[in-house]
């Protein structure tokens, strides 16, 4: 009973998160299913720092000083249920069980509950940053009590990663809220990468650059608003060239883009909140579109492009446009993403602190950037934003982008290039802004088919018209009369 905390679950990311704790100094109990992982990780390893192996779940939870806290790391889903029974079965009340994989939200809900019942805390900590930040600092998003915080708190914030002296690691909210917020980040990573590759695409097929060529202009990019790591890596990865065929890298990969499901998990959340996420949800699609190789290959036979690419007189301002398309259709997709954990946060009881979030996620995560402190300083200014965009230094910086965003979704309609993310975040964008929407009419209809009923611009109250009868209007709702 000397480790201060112990992980289970010795594949990649668990064996980087147990080597982090103990490069920080910590005592750490480590264990897996098969006892082969382990001894791997204490025979290449064991240098890194304190590590106390165990071959058995017993001996494991034996190692751990009280209130114990036990780190699993292993296959999301059954595997997890599988090791939250066993641990369970072997700690005492006030002992700390943490589901560091990536869970949905709804199943740490249930698990949570389940071990509040035998008096356990049970945290779902989201940690985003790969294998890469799992060992060097990556951003946790932990959920659960406060309590359980009070132990976990200073050991996590040491090892996340720091940003001007900070650790990306904060107390996200009860139960689920650390898997929620992580989920989203998923999904806003999702929006960001597409939006990204269709910047991409445009100048590849409008301009016929190269990839190294449009490396550049990434590069160039990530020196200003744009600066981050996804800009960084897409630099890179244009840059790079396949050995065997002397081709960009790039263009030796096969163009379907896979998925583990946490963007799906956003966009189904967000519809069961009615949180309009169209910048993530089109990217999910966009993935969709990509691997859907029967009907992309039905499609590319026969169905005609009537399209007509304008020549580009200017290059260098095309290349501009984009970098602001780009800017705009991100800070929509942020702006969603962070409605999306408003809307989570009200419907589930959680004290989410917004600009905390963004915080926690300018360094250790996918998503890491500069400008996320420009989302912290928003919340600062205005707690109960209504709307991320709506910040003033938001509405500043989309009002320059604006012409540019116009200029590039017009260009890519008439080209016939798909920029799904582009003008989708457009479109919405024009839509919350607007005076007055089409829903009125969508309303009549409702009523015409279904008496669904309506209101009315000029008066308070609910009202039905009578649309296969005399069309009178009636009033329905119970101040009639
Ligand atoms: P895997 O998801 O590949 O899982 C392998 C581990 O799970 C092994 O330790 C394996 O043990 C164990 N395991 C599988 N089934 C069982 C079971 N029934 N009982 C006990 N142990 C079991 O490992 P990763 O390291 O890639 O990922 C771990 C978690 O982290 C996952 O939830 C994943 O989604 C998440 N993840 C997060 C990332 C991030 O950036 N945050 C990136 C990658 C993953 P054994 O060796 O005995 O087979």
């Known amino acids: 009973d000397v480790a201060d905390i112990g992980v289970t679950g010795m594949a990649v990311m668990g064996s980087n998160l147990a080597r982090n704790f103990a490069r920080n100094g910590f005592k750490v109990a480590i264990h897996n299913r098969s006892v082969g992982k382990t001894e791997k990780v204490m025979n290449e390893h064991g240098s890194d720092g304190e590590f106390y192996p165990s071959e058995s779940m017993a001996d494991f939870v034996a190692s751990l000083q009280k209130p114990r806290v036990a780190i699993i790391m292993v296959k999301a889903g059954k595997p997890t249920d599988a090791v939250i029974d066993e641990l369970a079965s072997l700690m005492d009340e006030g002992d700390i069980i943490v589901d560091a994989g990536n869970a949905l939200f709804t199943d740490t809900r249930r698990r949570e509950a389940a071990l509040r019942e035998k008096g356990l805390h049970f945290v779902g900590a989201g940690v985003s940053g790969g294998e890469e930040g799992a060992l060097n600092g990556p951003s946790i998003m932990p959920g659960g009590t406060k309590e359980s915080y009070q132990r976990l708190g200073p050991m996590f914030e040491k090892i996340s990663a720091h940003v001007d002296g900070e650790p990306c690691c904060t107390h996200v909210g009860a139960d689920g809220a650390g898997h929620f917020v992580k989920m989203v980040h998923n999904g806003i990573e999702y929006a960001d990468m ?55 890298y790039v263009d030796v990969i096969l163009d379907r883009a896979a998925q583990k499901g946490t963007g799906a998990w956003t966009v189904q959340t967000a519809l069961d909140l009615g949180v309009p996420v169209t910048g993530i949800a089109e990217a999910t699609f966009a993935r969709f579109v990509s691997g859907s190789v029967p009907q992309r290959e039905a499609a590319r036979a026969v169905l005609p492009a009537e399209a007509d690419a304008p020549e580009i007189a200017d290059r260098e301002q095309f290349i501009d446009d984009l970098q602001k398309a780009l800017y705009a259709a991100k800070l929509v997709s942020y702006s969603q993403g962070f409605d999306e954990i408003a809307k989570g946060a009200d419907e589930y009881g959680w004290d989410i602190n917004l600009g905390d979030m963004a915080r926690i996620w300018r360094g250790g995560c996918i998503i890491r950037a500069r400008f996320l402190n420009r989302i912290t300083e928003a919340y600062e200014r205005t707690p109960d934003l209504a709307l991320l965009l709506a910040d003033e230094y938001f509405t500043t910086e989309i009002a320059k982008c604006i012409p540019a965003w116009r200029r590039v979704v017009a260009y890519a309609a008439t080209a016939g290039y798909p920029v799904p993310v582009f003008a989708s975040t457009l479109s919405y964008y024009d839509a919350v802004r607007a005076e007055r929407l089409p829903a009125a009419l969508v309303q009549a209809q409702r009523d015409f088919f279904g008496a669904h009923t309506y209101q009315r611009v000029d008066a308070e109250g609910t009202y039905h018209v009578e649309w296969s009868e005399d069309r009178r209007q009636t009033r329905q709702d119970s101040d009639q009369q």
């Open 194 to 248: 597409q939006v990204i590759s269709e910047a991409y695409d445009m100048m590849s097929k409008a301009l016929g650059m190269s990839a190294p060529e449009i490396g550049e202009v990434f590069a160039e990019w990530n020196k200003g608003d744009l600066e981050s790591f996804l800009i960084e890596i897409t630099a890179e990865v244009l840059a790079h060239t396949d050995a065997d065929s002397g081709l960009p």
